[in-house]
């Protein structure tokens, strides 16, 4: 049976190594300090490394969860996998500079001891896109990912309850890619850009998320419901 693998499969294997890789490639330096003001400026940058660092950190167990529920290995999930995988690579950057310089706003200091050079809005609007578009390509793989195993539910063998999970989640992360195409709008019309209201409009994915949720419970298949309470 392919569902809830006890042991990774190779895919995974190639996943984790990626993610190792991207978290690698977060690190303030790579050399050793030889001096005691080479050190603190590193440790200027810890702010941003933390913030980073728990982002892929989310990510990372996001994909994790899927593949604890499923064992897909066929060649869609394959490609959908390596894309995502890609899209984290290249996420890894953008990633890094805003979260300098948002402990650059509040502390005062960024990633290696200075504050990410934006020296204008459109500088600005440029790093709210390429964030955003990676933000949005990373959960539309993941999306289609739980999509596609909703369409594989015979060969994986999911009750009622698991389909709905499956379905649920693939909504929850579409949700996800919706906000950051807003984000994406509202730097492309350039609404509040200098004010950063591209990054506040994320600030929607905990209520609808949260609505999403509730509705989705109430849609949940009786079969579903009544499963559940013989199981506990």
């Given at each position: ?6 042991e ?11 993610f190792?890789?991207?978290?690698t490639?977060?690190v ?8 005691l ?9 810890f702010?941003?490394?933390?913030l ?10 996001v994909h994790?969860g899927?593949?604890?529920r499923?064992?897909?290995?066929d ?14 690579l ?7 500079f ?9 502390f ?8 990410p ?5 459109e ?7 390429l ?7 990373i ?17 994986l063998?999911l009750?009622d ?5 499956a379905?649920?989640?693939k ?8 906000v ?33 949720g ?19």
């Amino acid at each position: 049976m392919w569902r809830r693998r006890s042991e990774p499969s190779r895919i995974e294997a190639l996943s984790d190594g990626v993610f190792a890789f991207a978290l690698t490639l977060l690190v303030v330096s790579l050399e050793v300090p030889g001096t005691l003001d080479e050190l603190l400026a590193d440790l200027s940058g810890f702010g941003a490394f933390a913030l980073s660092f728990g982002a892929l950190l989310l990510i990372w167990a996001v994909h994790n969860g899927f593949f604890r529920r499923y064992g897909l290995q066929d060649e869609w999930t394959t490609i959908l996998n390596g894309c995502l995988l890609f899209v984290v690579l290249f996420y890894v950057f953008p990633l890094k500079f805003v979260a300098a310089g948002i402990t650059g706003y509040l502390f005062g200091f960024g990633d290696y001891g200075r504050m990410p050079a934006v020296t204008s809005v459109e500088e600005l609007s440029t790093l709210f896109l390429l964030y955003s578009l990676g933000f949005v390509l990373i959960f539309v793989f993941i999306s289609l990912m739980y999509a596609h195993a909703a369409r594989k539910a015979g060969l994986l063998e999911l009750d009622d309850a698991e389909l709905h999970e499956a379905n649920t989640l693939k909504r929850h992360y579409a949700i996800f890619v919706a906000v950051g195409l807003l984000s994406m709008a509202v730097t492309a019309l350039g609404v509040w850009v200098e004010f950063g209201f591209p990054g506040w409009v994320y600030a929607l994915l905990g209520p609808l998320c949260w609505l999403h949720g509730m509705w989705s419970e109430r849609r949940c298949p009786a079969s579903a419901v009544t499963g559940a309470r013989q199981g506990s």
